[in-house]
C-alpha cells in the first residue's frame, strides 16, 4: 500500500476517534439527510405512478393478459385457450372476464318526468366470483355490502365512480348514479335487454377498471347479453412465484393461442404514456436530489475547509515534519468518505427498515394512486456511489487549498 | 556538514521590503551543538527557518552533506525533512489528536516503518525522556515541559543529521527547562549535531559553539567551555 495512504488512513482514522462527537454526529445527519433526500424524493415522485401500476397489475391485469385481438369482438376458442392454461405448470390461477357495455338505472320507480332518469353508462363485467377473487382479490375492493358468490342471481356490485355519493365527478360525458346504496334495486340494460337487479356490493378502488365497472355473475352475463358461445373478453393470469412472464407469454404464443387472442405480460401492455411519466417522476426526482447533492457537498466542503483551517498549524507541522502533502490530502478524503458512509449506512437502515416497510402498509394516499416508495437496490447503490463521489471531491478540495500553502506559514499562523 | 553561502532572506509585504538575513554565511560541522543567540528580531529564527527547509531564503545557498538544497522540489524538502533532520519547535507543536506514543511514531510511520516497530522505538524514545508512564496520553493531558520531551523525542526519534531547535524553553519553568536541557546535553554527548537557537545565556552556554546575530548578520561567535562534556 503507497505510503500517503497508509499514513492518510492512520491520521484520517485518529481524526474522526478524537474529533467532538457533536460535530461528527452533525455532519453524519446532514449526510444521512442529504442521502434521504437523494433516495426518497425520486423513489416517492416515481413511487405516485408505480403505486398505480402496482395497483392495475394486482386488481386487474395479473402476471399475464390474454385479450381479444384488435378486429375481434371477442378471444375465439376460449375453451381451446383455458384448456392450455389448465395445462400449463406455470399458471398459478387464472380468471376469465365477459365485458359488455350497457346502462345502469336507479330510482326510476319514483320518478316523476322523464327528464329526471338517474342513469350510468358502464361496462358490465361478467366473473366468477372466486376465481376472480383469488386472482385480484376483489373482495378486498367492497367498501359496503357483500361480495358476489356464484349462486348469486340478480346481485351485482357496483364500481363506486358509478355513485355521485361516493366519488362526485363533474365531468361532461360522465354519468353518475345519484342515489344508490347497497340494497337498491336497479334496473340494468345490455343490448335489448333489460333486467332488475339488487346492489350486493359497493367497490372502490384506485384502478378504473375496477372502480367504473359493474360486476356480475359471468352466467348471468351470458344469459342476459345472449352469449352462449363461451367466448371471454379477457383473461387475467396470476404466475406461479418464480416463474418468468415473459417465458410463460412466448410459451403461450408458441401454443397457438396468438391466433385468437393477443398475449402480453405486464410489461407488454404497460401504456406508454404511463412508462413516459414514470420516466418524467424519475428525472423531475433526480433534478430535485441534485440540488440536494449540491447542498450536500457545499455543507461538506464548508465543514472540511473551516476544519483544515482551523487546523492549519497541525497541517503545517505535520508538514515540517516530514509527512507529505499526499498523505494529508488523503486523510481529510477518508474523512469525508467516512462521513458519506456512514450518513449512507445510517440512511439505508431508515430506508430500508423503517420508511419502505411503513409505507408499503400505508401508502401514501393519492387521489389517482396509493403511493409507494420506490427505492431499487441498484437505484440506491448508485445514489450511495454518487454520494460518497461528491463528498470526496468536497472533502478534498477544501484540503488540498491548504496544504499547498506556505508550511511556515501555516506553522506560524501568518 | 551544513553550509550557508551569502543566504539572504527578505519578506516583501506590499511596498514594504525588509531585509531579515543579509548574506550569512555559516558553517556547522558534524556533531557540533550550536547556540544561536541575540536579540528580538535579529534574525535568529528566520535562519533556523532556513537551514530546517522549513521556508524558503530569497537568495544564497544552503549546503548539506554537500548537497545544495536550492535545487530540490517542495517534496523532496519534505522527504529530506523526514530523514535527515529534526526540529524542535517552542510551542512544542504536537498533534493535538494523537498520543504522545503516536506523535513520535508518526515520522517513522511515514518512513515506512511498520507500525510495531515504530511504536516500539517511540517508546523507547519517550522512556528515555523520563516518560515511560506517559506514552498514551494526549497532548493536552501532558505538562509543558512534558510535551516538549514528547516534541524532542519526536526530533530524534528517526535519528536525524542535524536536530534543530527553536527556544526550546521559552515556555518552560524552570524546572522543566532543566530536563529539557538535560536531554539536549545527552544528544550532544551521543554525537547529535544541534543547532539551537536560545534567549537565555545559561543554555546558550551549554554550546560548544555561540553564535551571535545582530542586525541579519553574524556578528560574533565564541566557543564556549563545555565543561559537561569532559565528565
Known amino acids: 500500500m503507497p505510503q500517503f495512504i497508509r499514513i492518510g488512513f492512520y491520521l484520517a482514522l485518529r481524526q474522526v476517534r478524537r474529533a467532538s462527537k457533536w460535530t461528527t454526529g452533525l455532519i453524519i445527519f446532514v449526510m444521512i439527510l442529504t442521502f434521504l433526500n437523494l433516495v426518497v424524493v425520486s423513489g416517492l415522485l416515481v413511487g405516485l405512478i408505480e403505486g398505480s401500476v402496482v395497483a392495475y397489475k394486482s386488481q386487474y391485469f395479473g402476471d399475464i393478459t390474454i385479450s381479444k385481438l384488435n378486429k375481434k369482438d371477442y378471444i375465439e376458442n376460449t375453451p381451446m385457450i383455458l384448456s392450455i392454461l389448465d395445462r400449463t405448470p406455470e399458471v ?7 365485458a359488455q357495455a350497457g346502462k345502469v338505472e336507479a330510482n326510476y320507480q319514483s320518478r ?13 363485467t361478467g366473473i366468477d366470483p372466486e376465481k376472480e377473487d383469488a386472482v385480484t382479490h376483489l373482495s378486498r375492493r367492497i367498501i359496503e355490502g357483500e361480495y358476489l358468490v356464484p349462486s348469486d342471481y340478480d346481485k351485482i356490485l357496483i364500481g363506486s365512480m358509478l355513485i355521485k355519493k361516493y366519488m362526485p365527478i363533474d365531468s361532461p360525458g360522465f354519468s353518475q348514479l345519484n342515489d344508490v346504496a347497497v340494497g337498491s334495486k336497479v334496473r340494468i340494460r345490455i343490448g335489448s335487454s333489460t333486467r332488475e337487479v339488487i346492489v350486493k356490493g359497493v367497490l372502490k378502488s384506485k384502478v378504473d377498471e375496477v372502480s367504473a365497472k359493474v360486476f356480475m355473475n359471468d352466467k ?43 398475449v402480453q405480460t405486464f410489461e407488454d401492455g404497460e401504456p406508454k404514456f ?5 420516466n418524467t417522476f424519475a428525472l423531475l426526482g433526480n433534478m430535485i436530489s441534485s440540488i440536494g447533492l449540491v447542498v450536500a457537498s457545499i455543507t461538506i466542503f464548508i465543514v472540511i475547509f473551516i476544519n483544515a483551517i482551523t487546523r492549519r498549524k497541525f497541517i503545517g507541522i505535520l508538514k515540517g515534519i516530514g509527512i507529505s502533502g499526499r498523505a494529508i490530502e488523503m486523510s481529510y478524503l477518508f474523512q469525508s468518505v467516512f462521513y458519506a458512509l456512514c450518513g449512507s449506512a445510517t440512511g439505508l437502515a431508515i430506508l430500508y427498515g423503517l420508511l419502505i416497510p411503513y409505507i408499503n402498509t400505508h401508502p401514501i394516499d393519492f387521489p389517482f394512486s396509493d403511493g409507494i416508495l ?6 440506491t447503490f448508485w445514489r450511495i456511489s454518487l454520494l460518497v463521489v461528491a463528498t470526496m471531491i468536497a472533502g478534498y478540495i477544501p484540503a488540498r487549498m491548504i496544504v499547498r500553502r506556505n508550511t511556515l506559514d501555516a506553522i506560524l499562523g501568518r | 556538514m551544513i553550509e550557508t553561502k551569502k543566504l539572504i532572506k527578505t519578506y516583501v509585504d506590499g511596498n514594504t521590503i ?4 543579509k548574506e550569512v554565511d555559516f558553517k556547522a560541522e558534524s556533531g557540533e551543538f550550536i547556540a544561536i543567540m541575540g536579540r528580538s528580531g535579529a534574525g535568529k529564527s528566520t535562519f533556523l527557518y532556513q537551514l530546517s527547509l522549513l521556508d524558503e531564503p530569497t537568495g544564497g545557498e544552503i549546503i548539506i552533506d554537500g548537497q545544495n538544497v536550492h535545487d530540490m522540489t517542495a517534496d523532496e524538502k519534505t522527504n529530506f525533512r523526514l530523514t535527515e533532520l529534526g526540529y524542535v519547535f517552542q510551542d512544542y507543536a504536537l498533534l493535538p489528536d494523537l498520543t504522545a506514543c503516536e506523535n513520535v511514531a508518526l ?17 523507547t524514545a519517550l522512556a528515555k525522556a523520563g516518560l515511560g508512564h506517559r506514552v498514551d496520553f494526549l497532548p493536552n493531558q501532558l505538562s509543558g515541559g512534558e510535551q516538549q520531551r514528547v516534541s524532542i523525542s519526536r526530533a530524534i526519534a528517526h535519528k536525524p543529521k542535524i536536530l534543530f531547535a527553536d527556544e526550546p524553553t521559552a515556555n518552560l519553568d524552570n524546572y522543566s527547562s532543566g530536563l529539557v536541557m538535560d536531554m539536549f546535553k545527552e544528544l550532544h ?37 563545555h565543561g559537561y562534556l569532559k565528565n
Open chain 1, 274 to 278: 404511463l412508462k413516459d411519466i414514470k
Open chain 2, 189 to 225: 554527548k551521543e554525537g547529535q549535531t544541534i543547532i539551537m537557537v536560545t534567549h537565555e545565556p545559561e543554555y546558550g552556554r551549554l554550546a560548544e559553539r555561540l553564535i551571535r546575530f545582530d542586525d541579519g548578520k553574524i556578528v560574533g561567535e565564541e566557543l564556549v567551555d
Open chain 1, 374 to 379: 420506490v427505492a431499487t437496490p441498484a437505484g
Open chain 2, 107 to 123: 515520522p517513522l510511520l511515514m518512513q515506512g516503518k511498520s507500525k510495531s516497530e515504530a511504536y516500539s522505538i517511540a517508546k
Open chain 2, 18 to 21: 525588509t531585509p531579515v538575513l
Open chain 1, 220 to 262: 348471468e352475463l351470458q344469459s342476459i347479453a345472449n352469449r352462449q358461445d363461451y367466448s371471454v373478453d379477457n383473461i387475467s393470469i396470476l404466475l406461479k412465484p418464480g416463474s418468468d412472464a415473459v417465458t410463460v407469454r412466448d410459451a403461450l404464443i408458441r401454443s397457438g393461442i396468438s391466433n385468437y387472442a393477443k
Open chain 1, 92 to 98: 398459478s390461477k387464472y380468471t376469465a372476464r365477459y
Open chain 1, 112 to 124: 316523476v318526468k322523464q327528464s329526471e332518469t338517474d342513469s350510468a353508462n358502464a361496462t358490465f
